[in-house]
């Protein structure tokens, strides 16, 4: 081989070594920068469904203590059951993320406005139950403008608030509580319910409850602008998933014995595979706290952020996971079209370097 042609070669060789090294150093560093930016997304999208959920949780939670708060003022009285209905009424209207407001006296007596199923007489429902002189049930339906519709007595029913959970939990406790994430059973919709103690000057009355739908969290979530496939779910504190960005994942799950889906049946195995990166559970994590992770599910890599809900009456997860690739695919495209036209470039300068040797040389 020439000297001029072995100069010519060297050149080419130097300069592929060089568009080698910056086009790694490039590709390297834009890689670092999106991956962290990806766990920025999906901790960005954890922050804004737990601010999402709590907001969406908090008028059950007002509306609860509104009415513990106007008994013991005295105005409104657990006594005058007509009165209290068309109040529940009224807040049924006014939020419409309530699916039930109720009041349940130490007689036993109840008053519960709820959101009626098709194809009963009305959209809204008031059940009452009188105890005194003797026990009566009637159920009244009522139109959006709260003009009765319907009404007639149920004398087979024989509900007493006082036995139920919510009932139980807020007298015990004797300040609001909440229930775990169950299925309703007028509605077969999950939810969840928030009940407070109610007191008057003679002492104890009773306790109010709000029931609270939780199916539009899902529909929130699947909002979420996560990317291609990514996914964001929040997780109970028994492993019940209670809402998802896919609602296909969570449908049916009321028939046949209502219970929810859970992370642990693997129903969604990138987020049982996410959850599983929690060292202890998901349980183990303080309200409010956040973790990021990177792992394999499914052949590939995946960055998931876990994030406690910051509110006690509610150990929620919220888990946000994407994969890599959803992030890095575009940084791919955009590498292979800078090979192509470093190899172009690399080619033609060579061709050149070439002619231009032979000439200088020759």
Do not use: C
Not at 111 to 127: D, H, N, Q, T
Request: zero cysteines; charged letters at 20%; glycine letters at 10%.
């Amino acid at each position: 081989m020439s000297r001029p042609l072995k100069l010519i070669l060297g050149l080419v060789v130097l300069q592929a070594l060089a568009l080698m090294v910056v086009l790694g150093i490039t590709y390297w560093a834009s890689q670092t920068v999106l991956l962290r930016f990806s766990e920025d997304i999906a901790a960005r999208i954890s922050r804004d469904a737990t601010a999402y959920t709590e907001g969406f949780l908090d008028p059950a939670n007002e509306t609860a203590e509104l009415t513990r708060r106007l008994v013991q003022a005295g105005m409104l009285d657990p006594g005058d059951r007509s009165g209290m209905a068309q109040y529940f009424l009224e807040h049924l209207r006014l939020r419409e993320n309530l699916d039930g407001i109720y009041l349940g006296d130490r007689t036993g007596g109840f008053v519960y406005a709820s959101r009626a199923p098709e194809p009963e007489p009305g959209p809204l429902r008031i059940k009452r139950i009188s105890t005194e002189p003797w026990r009566e049930v009637t159920l009244e339906w009522y139109s959006d403008r709260l003009r009765l519709q319907d009404s007639r007595r149920d004398p087979d029913d024989d509900f007493d608030p006082r036995t139920r959970p919510w009932y139980e939990a807020a007298q015990a406790q004797n300040a609001a509580a909440w229930t775990k994430p169950y299925i309703f059973f007028t509605s077969q919709a999950p939810g969840i319910t928030v009940s407070v103690p109610v007191a008057t000057d003679a002492g104890f009355a009773g306790v109010a409850g709000v029931d609270i739908k939780i199916e539009a969290l899902s529909a929130f979530l699947e909002s979420l602008d996560i990317s291609p496939r990514g996914q964001a779910a929040i997780v109970a504190q028994t492993g019940d998933i209670i809402a998802h960005s896919d609602p296909d994942l969570l449908a049916g799950v009321a028939e046949g014995g209502g219970a929810f889906r859970t992370v642990a049946e693997g129903s969604d195995p990138i987020l049982t595979q996410a959850a599983a990166q929690i060292e202890g559970g998901l349980d183990t994590l303080f309200p409010g706290e956040i973790r990021l992770a990177r792992f394999e599910a499914g052949g590939e890599i995946w960055i998931g952020a876990v994030l406690r809900l910051g509110l006690a009456r509610t150990p929620w997860t919220v888990v946000t996971y994407l994969p890599e690739d959803d992030i890095l695919a575009p940084l791919h495209s955009v590498r292979r079209i800078a090979l192509l036209v470093s190899l172009a470039a690399l080619a033609a300068t060579a061709g050149l370097g070439f002619v231009y040797g032979r000439k200088v040389m020759g």
